[in-house]
């Protein structure tokens, strides 16, 4: 039979913290639990560094879970330190944490995590397995050619390690607030847009670990102005880790858009982008093949399959995923991202321009298919609620 939250949660309820004559839920320490199978996941969130209570808690969970809940469940527990959240705690009441006044926040800030991105009809996932296979150039140009047909699109970069979009939007500096502190996103060619770059020291980024991502995204999505949109577009993170695991539960995603360039090194990595998706119940839309062949700029008739021919394309059919399109090798492109106008917003002169624009409707074409024949895709819920 197949575990559920309640059951971990429940069977969490019999863990004491030694001190605090509270169990852990009551305390609520544990954050981003996430239950696939037999497998479980979770963090212990405590106010500071403590080697030994970190071991007996871990200890004290697993043991818990193997009675009440499984003896075969496989677990992955880890812990963090959350300074911030649990000082709120000791303000408020003197004793650490989440009791009283801060629960009630906690609620509230949890009904509005419900109502996450009610105004948004379609949330579109870019991701790929390898860095710098072009993920960020698919997803700004996918958004511009969404935009292109009238609809109102937002794009969002969530890779806080190496945020590409504000030079490909050529839009830099910090976002305006509202006076009810939302975010306002940035506007240019139709489109708004935001990148977690714009807002995050890049030297502070690289030390941040998986639950702080998760949690900053969350943030983003619940405290931006994004008003109505038909499109969101959302430029991932590269890899397949717990990062992006977490990220795509995090939001009720209606599809995902898979990059790969042609060549096995990057096949294999969009191969686990694919059966990441599936995992986790998020339909996958197609993948694209981009760097398909390279078309030098004084020969545009010329086509050299420099990467090997058609490898995004067949690994889609292997994997009976759709093949949404390929994207030459341009000199054009990388100038255009550069210069931050993207090219398909460009000239309709390069095969580039073009191929973006027949990506954006086999997107449109795949997601009108998706949603006729599925349900929206559920946010699986990582807050543990008290
Ligand atoms: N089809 C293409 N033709 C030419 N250059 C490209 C193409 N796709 C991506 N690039 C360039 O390759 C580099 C990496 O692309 P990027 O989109 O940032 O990759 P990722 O987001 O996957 O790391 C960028 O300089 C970009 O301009
Ligand atoms: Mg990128």
């Known amino acids: 039979m197949a575990i559920n939250k309640q059951q971990v949660r429940t069977a969490l309820t019999h863990v004491m913290h030694p001190e605090m004559d509270k169990d852990v839920v009551t305390l609520d320490m544990i954050e981003d639990l996430i239950v696939q199978d037999s497998f479980i996941t979770f963090t212990i969130d405590l106010p500071e560094k403590d080697t030994k209570l970190e071991a007996t808690l871990k200890d004290k969970c697993k043991e818990a879970i193997h009675k009440f809940v499984d003896e075969d469940a496989v677990l992955d527990i880890t812990t963090a330190v959350n300074i911030s959240k649990f000082r709120n705690g000791e303000e408020e009441q003197g004793e650490f944490p989440g009791q009283g006044h801060r629960s009630q926040k906690k609620q509230e800030q949890d009904q509005e995590d419900e109502e996450i991105l009610t105004g948004v009809d379609n949330i579109i996932a870019v991701a790929s397995g390898k860095g710098g296979v072009g993920k960020s150039t698919v997803a700004v140009n996918l958004a511009c050619g969404l935009a292109r047909t009238g609809a109102k699109v937002g794009l969002l970069d969530t890779d806080i390690y190496g945020p590409s979009i504000p030079t490909m939007m050529d839009a830099h500096g910090r976002p305006n607030i509202t006076t009810e502190k939302q975010l306002i996103p940035k506007e240019k060619y139709g489109i708004r ?20 991502v998760t949690s ?10 994004w008003g109505e949109l038909d499109y969101l577009v959302l430029d991932l993170p590269p890899g397949t880790g717990d990062i992006q695991l977490t990220l795509v539960q995090t939001v009720p995603l209606t599809g995902a858009v898979i990059v790969s360039t042609p060549q096995n090194v990057a096949l ?10 599936k995992k986790v119940n998020v339909p996958v839309l197609g993948m694209v093949e981009n760097m398909a062949y390279f078309i030098p700029e004084d020969q545009p008739d010329k086509k050299y399959h420099i990467f090997g021919k058609h490898g995004a394309r067949n690994l889609a059919e292997q994997m009976g995923t759709n093949f949404l399109g390929e994207i030459p090798l341009e000199q054009k492109v990388r100038e255009s991202s550069d210069e931050g106008k993207p090219i398909v917003l460009g000239d309709m002169e390069t095969k580039s321009g ?3 624009v027949e990506l954006s409707n086999n997107v449109i074409q795949q997601l009108a298919i998706r949603n006729q024949e599925q349900d929206p895709t559920e946010k699986i819920d990582i807050k543990i609620k008290p």
């Open 193 to 212: 847009f935001l990148s977690m770059g714009m807002l995050v020291d890049p030297d502070q980024a690289m030390i941040w670990r998986g639950p702080m």
């Open 216 to 225: 900053a995204v969350k943030q983003f999505m619940n405290e931006v102005e």
């Open 268 to 277: 294999d990595d969009a191969r686990k982008g694919v059966a990441m998706f």
């Open 354 to 356: 073009e191929a973006f």
